[in-house]
């Protein structure tokens, strides 16, 4: 019997310091048995994708029934994914030993053909059938409908709050932003919190932070198999309380149409408090990804005229591929009220209403780099910062909110610039 699970990377554990576990994504904990490979290969990523957090354990032989009942009493498994196409006598016969060894077990049949008898498959015992080639469709309905007859065993035990903090443009200082965001949740109150850095090309938390992992988020979804809590604690940096997920050392391109955050994002949902996600970029399919994903949308932008028409331009690209508007939260960093326009005039531009304004602040930016700390709590930025994640917790924040209203006219070069908003 060989477990299920992230096999690339090959971890030493005598050396680690060995983290509290992660919480697993409810009860369900699955056996496979099939004698073929492809099989195999075909269902797992299928499965990964709608259950990222639930074990799966492989046997990959048709077990006596002694073997059976040790494999289901190890690995406490109350879901089995059974191929009876590779040998339908011996496939068949161990529907009847599964429910003899746990009469509540739920057994999914693994079938190539339409040649078996589905009516006789259900008197024997069996719960649900999947029919090869395997769809994403076809795996959704039928752990679906398992999840309807056995909340108990499909339904998470956490779900944690996504936050993506997002740029309209390069060099808004988003990264900063979520870097510091992860680090006011502790404040808050949030026990288990992630930075997660999902820019392939561009990330720099691990500069921000002066961390260095062999390992990054590449190497969780560019595997085809489901999170193993054991691996995840390989793949992250523990940094001062917070767990770093870093991005890759050396830019890795085309990711953005080959890959899908979907099993990352919510494993990371259901194992943390909260999370943040610092996102490269909105376009692609990667990036929507993650917009659609997260709880809430932070959109960084500044008051200078690039920066707010790359945001109108990347809140109607947000509003064409559907991600819900009401969930993005408009943040103007650096703001300063002598320089650039005002925030009447933004929220007039872009019809939608500023979140929260960050100050500009060199010095407490520059010290923070310079140390590989988050911005200090007593600098302007360090407060605003505060106050930003007081409010997305749902905080009285009504003080913060009373900076930078103050009505100012419109210029020509603004109408015509924003003419079109």
């Not at 198999?225 to 604690?233: E, G, N, P």
């Not at 999370?275 to 399919?285: N, P, R």
Request: proline fraction near 5%; charged fraction near 20%; glycine fraction near 8%.
């Amino acid at each position: 019997m060989k477990r299920f699970g992230f096999t690339r990377i090959s971890i030493s554990r005598s050396n680690m310091k060995q983290p509290e576990p992660i919480t697993r994504a409810g009860g369900w904990r699955a056996l496979l048995i099939s004698p073929s490979r492809s099989l195999r290969a075909e269902l797992l990523p299928l499965v990964a994708q709608q259950f990222p957090l639930m074990p799966v354990f492989e046997l990959e032989s048709y077990p006596s029934r002694t073997i059976l009942a040790e494999a289901v009493a190890e690995q406490t498994a109350n879901l089995c994914f059974l191929d009876v196409t590779s040998d339908p006598e011996r496939g068949l016969s161990l529907i009847t030993d599964l429910l003899d060894v746990d009469r509540a077990m739920q057994v999914v049949v693994l079938m190539s053909g339409k040649e078996l008898d589905l009516l006789h498959l259900l008197r024997m015992g069996a719960s649900e059938f999947l029919l090869s080639p395997f769809s994403p469709d076809q795996v959704q309905a039928t752990l679906g409908r398992l999840a309807k007859l056995n909340p108990a065993g499909a339904a998470p035990v956490n779900q944690g709050k996504v936050y993506c903090v997002m740029p309209a443009k390069g060099a808004c200082g988003a990264s900063t932003i979520a870097c510091n965001l992860a680090y006011q949740w502790k404040r808050i109150g949030s026990k288990r919190n992630l930075l997660a850095d999902l820019d392939p090309l561009t990330g720099t938390q691990g500069f921000l932070l002066k961390l260095k992992s062999n390992y990054s988020f590449v190497d969780a979804v560019s595997q085809t198999v489901s999170l193993d809590a054991d691996v995840w604690h390989a793949l992250v940096t523990p940094a001062g309380g917070v767990d770093v997920l870093l991005s890759p050392e050396n830019p890795v391109d085309g990711i953005h149409g080959t890959q899908d955050a979907t099993m990352l994002v919510e494993f990371a949902r259901q194992s943390y408090d909260t999370v943040i996600l610092d996102a490269g970029s909105a376009y692609g399919e990667w990036n929507l990804t993650l917009a659609r994903l997260c709880d809430e949308l932070l959109l960084v932008a500044t008051n200078e005229l690039p920066a707010l028409q790359a945001a109108q331009r990347v809140m109607g690209y947000l509003d064409r591929n559907r991600v819900d508007r009401s969930k993005i939260r408009l943040v103007i960093n650096r703001y300063n009220r002598d320089a650039g326009l005002s925030r009447e005039m933004i929220e007039t531009a872009l019809r939608s209403e500023i979140f929260h304004l960050l100050p500009s602040d060199y010095e407490a930016v520059q010290k923070s780099l310079i140390e590989g700390r988050p911005i200090v709590a007593n600098s302007p930025l360090g407060k605003s910062l505060i106050a930003l994640a007081d409010r997305l917790a749902g905080w009285d924040n009504s003080a913060a909110e009373a900076n930078g209203r103050k009505g100012e006219g419109f210029g020509g070069l603004f109408s015509k610039l924003f003419r079109r908003a």
